[in-house]
């Protein structure tokens, strides 16, 4: 269920942006900018999905594991910076 969700986000965002039919003014959206965007974003949202439905599944709904969790990708996420 989850990933069905991510899936039709991705999708509703794609057709969200300006169409080629749109005068130049209307045209807000850098087609090519996000592209890349959506090139690095939606595999990683997609492997976030996945990764937190295999956790929950091996897991189960332990609050102790997910704090710890939560703190390394937080510490690895700061230090990145």
Same mark, same amino acid.
């Given at each position: 269920?989850? !990933? ?5 986000? !991705?999708?509703? &965002?794609?057709?969200? &942006?300006?169409? /080629?039919?749109?005068? %130049? ?5 850098? /087609?090519?900018?996000? &592209?890349?965007?959506? !090139? &690095?974003?939606? %595999? ?6 996945? !990764? ?30």
């Amino acid at each position: 269920m989850p !990933l069905k969700l991510a899936l039709s986000g !991705l999708f509703v &965002g794609l057709l969200s &942006g300006a169409t /080629a039919s749109d005068p %130049p003014s209307a045209r807000n959206v850098q /087609a090519r900018l996000s &592209g890349w965007m959506l !090139l &690095g974003s939606a %595999p990683a949202s997609l492997c976030g999905v996945a !990764l937190a439905t295999w956790l929950h599944r091996h897991y189960g709904d332990n609050p102790t594991i997910s704090k710890q969790i939560l703190g390394a990708v937080l510490i690895r996420g700061s230090s990145s910076v």
